[in-house]
């Protein structure tokens, strides 16, 4: 009895439990069986160019932000945004939808800034969850339209 009694209190949590796994959404995203995939963090760092008039940089920064909208609605990165202040010279992150390096390189030099020099580029290879490449989607769903 105490045996039934106990498993119609676990009946709950084994049905919470039970497998939700999407295949369709997995490859839609790039996930494997394991909801994982492959990316490249490209940190942006200070870079060399301390020359440039606040017009230039006014103008680079534009264009910095028009490649990330740019990036993301073509599907080639998940996630981007700036670091707060910090002793490392670190200013921003990409998550890039790509599985090497030299892809990565190629993404980040289309970016007026780094092409400028304003921003400079480490490149890491991250494996995590493909779930990071719905983000755009859901991003344009909470950014309130401006007048």
Request: net charge positive.
């Amino acid at each position: 009895m105490k045996t039934l009694r106990y498993l119609l209190l676990l009946l709950p949590a084994i049905m919470l439990c039970q497998e939700k796994y999407d295949a369709e959404l997995a490859r839609s995203l790039g996930g494997n069986e394991n909801g994982m995939k492959k990316y490249v963090l490209a940190i942006l760092k200070t870079g060399p160019n301390v020359t440039a008039t606040d017009e230039e940089k006014k103008t680079l920064f534009a264009g910095h932000m028009a490649n990330i909208q740019k990036l993301a609605a073509d599907g080639k990165m998940a996630v981007a945004g700036p670091f707060g202040k910090n002793e490392l010279g670190y200013r921003g992150i990409f998550i890039l939808n790509c599985e090497t390096v030299a892809q990565a390189e190629a993404m980040a030099q289309a970016d007026p800034a780094v092409k400028a020099g304003i921003f400079t580029c480490e490149y890491i290879p991250w494996y995590g969850t493909a779930a990071l490449m719905a983000t755009p989607g859901l991003h344009e769903k909470i950014v309130k339209p401006k007048p």
